[in-house]
């Protein structure tokens, strides 16, 4: 037991490292540019039209103390993190006065709800496929499977978004392209918003998995394809132990160890790839409020996203480092 | 080094379809050399012609020839890539040699900050930096930044290899007959390490160009600089899929799609040559 403690204390070391990290970026690059942020950003959202004085005041109010402009250096950096563990990012500029984390709470579950989904899919898929593929050397089908895992795999998730979008938006439109749900329905949990909301998910769901399916087919084939080659497994196989048992208890279940540590790694990629899927789909999440902010020159709102995306991957990898043991049980003895 | 080569194109299909691939690419962005209009220039041609013989790839609706737009675009592009493996690499280098060698402390703090960099999203930051910088963010300065972002996976492999390499016996020889440890670590360890330098490469530069393409599609990075980001990026301007314009959008995405398959597979080939046991169960020797 004690070896899971020291493991614990030191995931949980290398997650308050990773937040520590993440936010002392965004406090430098927000803090080492020439260009007044505060002035800046208010002459941005007000040349959209015109807003209330005593609006102005509050966002040049906020936003000074967001930037940390006056004071010293010291105060500065404190007001900005104090401000960051309360998550209060401030009203936001471009939907006045609605607080950030507001915006960013009705955001989050869309986002969460597409990451989860289409990652645990896209993982468990492209194991299965990769260990068949690996196991079966030989099938012609996998052989076939393999080129085309290598032609998409290296492909970036815009363009494949993007080719989706053609194909089904404009070629052969069956698929919704656009938005998270129908306009019309009334959120709740009806049948009807549900099903909607799965058929609105699908296109950028699909773009995700098919990018990602790619590296744990690759990935899992060649570990399996190095497992099956060791003198336990073809002990087993002269033992006459069923094939389909080799595969999963012996060969699969000793390869998915660095599969599981790879998809932590790959957590802040899959990521990215979600933000920028969702703005090509003008899916209702995080991404696309992101990428929405920077053109309305909403600061408190990129920040705030920055912010709780560090956080958000960053619990996720946390998440997973922790149920590791239940994978690779040696890892309680180390 | 031409042996290797040798070997390579006969027995690995991979790298002869990559370096086909990457040899295309290549010929295109030489080809921009010859440009008949300056990059820059609108209305040098007629707007929305569709392919044809005396515009290959069709032109654009700013009226520029798409051909040599896509030749710019891809020198750019790859210019770019290489920019930042060329930095990235040099930061892996250094931190996975001594982190592998060093050990220790020394490894543990590099380490725990080479963790955080693969874990954080970096697209988030990169977005935050545009909307710090605005207009004074200019190509160099973002292949900087993807630069000093991007060091952190590969860092992690050469460490791998470091640490093996520290506990054979030219290390020990190396260490006794006096040498320094930047002596042992750029004469003794770099030779082992280069070809996977030489791997790593390409997958860092599908990587930057990926986000470079996302971050300027979306029109986050330096938009007068033609990229194949930036061409699909004033694409989606015109609306060109809407208009129908679609050679517009079509032959910038064949091409770098090209060339992220291509580099791709040559990193894959590189590696499977770096790795004894596949390579002999290509060359038709091995158990299986």
């Known amino acids: 037991m004690s070896g899971y403690l020291a493991y614990l204390a030191k995931r949980l070391g290398q997650f308050v490292l990773v937040v520590f990290i993440g936010v002392n970026i965004a406090y430098v690059v927000t803090h080492a540019t020439p260009i007044d942020p505060v002035e800046q950003s208010i002459s941005a959202v007000t040349s959209f039209g015109n807003t209330a004085p005593e609006a102005i005041e509050q966002m040049r109010q906020s936003l000074k103390e967001l930037y940390g402009v006056g004071g010293s250096w010291r105060e500065q950096y404190f007001t900005f993190w104090s401000r960051i563990l309360r998550a209060d990012f401030g009203p936001s500029m471009s939907a006045f006065p609605t607080p950030v984390s507001a915006l960013i709470g009705r955001a989050l579950p869309w986002t969460v709800g597409l990451l989860v989904v289409s990652t645990l899919v896209t993982w468990a898929l492209g194991n299965l496929l990769g260990g068949l593929a690996g196991y079966y050397q030989r099938s012609r089908s996998f052989k076939l499977m393999g080129v085309v895992a290598m032609g998409l795999h290296p492909i970036p998730y815009y363009i494949v978004a993007l080719m989706l979008l053609i194909v089904f938006g404009f070629l052969w439109p069956v698929l919704p392209i656009t938005g998270g749900s129908a306009m019309n329905l009334p959120q709740g949990w009806t049948l009807a918003f549900i099903g909607s909301v799965l058929k609105h998910s699908i296109l950028p769901a699909l773009s995700l998995i098919l990018i990602g399916v790619g590296s744990w087919f690759l990935g899992m084939r060649s570990l399996v394809s190095n497992i099956v080659t060791e003198d336990y497994v073809q002990f087993a196989e002269l033992g006459g132990v069923n094939r389909r048992r080799i595969l999963g208890s012996y060969v699969m279940r000793n390869a998915l160890g660095p599969q599981v540590t790879g998809l932590a790694m790959s957590l802040g990629g899959i990521f990215n790839g979600a933000i920028i899927t969702e703005k090509v789909f003008g899916y209702p999440g995080v991404g696309t409020l992101l990428v929405d902010a920077v053109y309305a020159g909403d600061y408190g709102l990129v920040l705030g996203v920055t912010t709780i995306s560090i956080l958000g991957v960053s619990a996720g990898v946390l998440a997973i480092d922790l149920l590791y043991p239940l994978f690779d049980p040696r890892v309680q003895v180390a | ?288």
């Open chain 2, 1 to 288: 080094m031409l042996a290797i080569l040798r070997d390579l194109l006969k027995y690995n299909l991979e790298f002869r379809i990559g370096i086909i691939l990457v040899g295309i690419v290549v010929g295109l962005a030489i080809l921009s050399g010859f440009s008949p209009y300056p990059p820059g220039d609108v209305y040098v041609v007629p707007p929305d012609v569709p392919p044809s013989s005396a515009y290959w790839f069709g032109t654009t609706s700013r009226g520029q020839d798409v051909f040599w737009q896509v030749c710019v675009a891809i020198r750019n592009t790859l210019l770019f890539g290489i920019t930042v493996a060329a930095i990235s690499r040099v930061l892996s280098l250094v931190i996975g040699l001594l982190s592998g060698y060093k050990g220790g402390w020394i490894d543990r703090a590099l380490m725990g900050v080479n963790d955080t960099f693969i874990v954080i999203p970096l697209f988030p930051i990169l977005v935050l930096f545009y909307f710090v910088m605005r207009d004074s963010m200019t190509w160099l300065m973002l292949a900087m930044i993807m630069a000093t972002l991007g060091w952190a996976y590969d860092a992690r492999l050469i460490r791998a290899v470091a640490m093996s390499l520290k506990t054979r016996e030219f290390s020990q020889t190396a260490v006794f007959s006096g040498m320094t440890t930047r002596e042992i670590l750029t004469r003794e360890h770099l030779p082992y390490v280069m070809p996977i330098v030489f791997s790593t490469t390409m997958n860092n530069m599908n990587w930057s160009i990926g986000l470079e393409v996302t971050l300027s599609v979306l029109g986050f990075t330096d938009i007068n600089t033609p990229t194949i980001g930036g061409m699909i990026y004033w694409a989606n301007q015109h609306t060109a899929i809407v208009a129908g314009v679609w050679w517009w959008i079509a032959f910038p995405i064949a091409v770098v799609i090209m060339a992220f398959v291509g580099l791709f597979l040559l990193a894959v080939s590189m590696n499977e040559y770096i790795d004894p046991r596949s390579r002999l169960s290509r060359m038709g020797g091995g158990a299986r």
